[in-house]
C-alpha cells in the first residue's frame, strides 16, 4: 500500500531531471545513515541529491516519494519549510548537506535545487 501524501496542487510540468529514478531508504529501517550516525527520514533525498550536478527539478510529489512517509502538509503550503538557513530542520540540512540550496514554487508544486556554488 502507498502512503497517504497530503493534498497538494500536481501539475503535468515534467521535471528536468527524474527524482524518482535511484533514491530508495534503507531496506532495513527505511531510512539511511546521516554522517553523524544521526538518522532522518530525509536521508534519502540527501542522498538522492549527492549523486546528481546541475540544478535539479522535481515536483513535490516526487520528493515526497523519496521520503518515507511523504512530505507533511506543510511543504505544500509553506515557503518557509522550504529554508535554507535554518539548519536545525532536518529537512533544510538533507538539501544543504548534499550542497543544494532549495527554492520552491508553492502555486506550481516544483522545487528547484540549485547548487550552492552556482548561486551568484
Known amino acids: 500500500m502507498s502512503p497517504i501524501r497530503p493534498i497538494g496542487r500536481r501539475t503535468n510540468a515534467a521535471p528536468s531531471i527524474d527524482c524518482t529514478s535511484t533514491c530508495r531508504p534503507n531496506a532495513v529501517s527505511g531510512r539511511s545513515q546521516s554522517r553523524a550516525g544521526e538518522v532522518s527520514k530525509y536521508d534519502p533525498l540527501r542522498d538522492y541529491l549527492r549523486r546528481r550536478t546541475g540544478e535539479v527539478r522535481c515536483t513535490f510529489d516526487q520528493v515526497s516519494d523519496l521520503v518515507p512517509g511523504g512530505l507533511p502538509p506543510s ?3 509553506y515557503e ?3 529554508a535554507n538557513s535554518d539548519r536545525t530542520h532536518p529537512q533544510s540540512r538533507s538539501w544543504g548537506d548534499a550542497g543544494f540550496t532549495a527554492h520552491p514554487d508553492l ?3 516544483l522545487v528547484r535545487f540549485v ?3 552556482g548561486l551568484l
Open 107 to 109: 502555486a506550481r508544486g
Open 115 to 117: 547548487p550552492k556554488e
Open 80 to 82: 518557509a519549510w522550504w
Open 75 to 77: 511543504a505544500y503550503r
